[in-house]
């Protein structure tokens, strides 16, 4: 019973195309987030959705944008892939604050870039 | 903006040894702090989540505390073991996000 679940694990492609990664969880969070890490295992957020809604937007290439279907899914499309995109990508999922609680993150096991 | 920093980078422990990994956060006004492991090539594995009201938690042999004030956190790990050995990364959430400290990298020796 995977809670939160990315496609693929893995993806190698080259330089140009245009790729997707999905997210899904089954928490019943209402608020789902991108993050990228680097080779130094960094972690920075790139986007946040909360009940489709985007919340967080740091700055990163237009290339990349995120669609959220529905509260349970939040999906990545990166156009024009470059080099420097080569990094693992989290999911992760969290329950936004309410009553002055607030549960933190669940995350998905990654998926692995490889731009060649 | 919020920074967090982890000390050390890495450590290496004989098997059996207790130890206390430290985090530290600039902006104090954060909702809650939580540890993550992260095995190599895998995801994060939440350890324990600290609310901004409390001043530790507690899960078998892991203690985590909390000084807002100070803006620091330490994760104990208690009489360590060999699967003990991963990334340990700490984040605080303020505002809407959480912002990640840079990981000590734990390896316990058999």
């Known amino acids: 019973d995977t809670a939160v679940s990315q496609t693929p694990k893995y993806l190698v492609t080259q330089m140009g195309n245009d790729k997707s990664i999905k997210c899904e969880q089954n928490?019943?969070?209402?608020?789902m987030y991108w993050y990228k890490q680097d080779s130094k295992k960094f972690l920075k957020i790139m986007f946040s959705?909360?009940?489709?809604?985007?919340?967080i937007n740091e700055t990163v290439p237009n290339r990349f944008s995120p669609k959220s279907p529905d509260k349970a899914h939040l999906n990545l499309h990166i156009n024009s892939l470059e080099l420097g995109d080569s990094a693992v990508y989290f999911c992760?999922?969290?329950?936004?604050?309410?009553?002055?609680?607030?549960?933190?993150?669940?995350f998905g096991s990654g998926t692995r870039l490889t731009v060649v | 903006k919020q920074e967090v920093t982890q000390i050390p980078a890495a450590l290496s422990v004989p098997e059996g040894e207790n130890l206390v990994l430290n985090c530290s956060f600039t902006?104090?006004?954060?909702?809650?702090l939580q540890w993550f492991r992260q095995d190599p090539g895998k995801g994060l594995t939440s350890l324990l989540l600290?609310?901004?009201?409390?001043r530790e938690q507690t899960s078998g042999r892991l203690n985590a505390s909390l000084d807002k004030s100070s803006g620091r956190s330490t994760l104990y790990i208690a009489a360590s073991q060999p699967g003990d050995s991963a990334t340990y990364l700490c984040?605080?959430?303020?505002?809407?996000?959480?912002?990640f400290g840079t990981g000590t990298s734990l390896t316990v020796i058999p």
């Open positions: 992760a999922s969290s329950q936004s604050f309410r009553t002055g609680v607030d549960y933190g993150y669940t």
């Open positions: 928490l019943g969070h209402d608020t």
């Open positions: 959705y909360n009940n489709k809604e985007l919340i």
């Open positions: 902006d104090s006004a954060i909702y809650n």
């Open positions: 600290i609310q901004s009201s409390q």
């Open positions: 984040a605080v959430k303020t505002g809407n996000q959480f912002y």
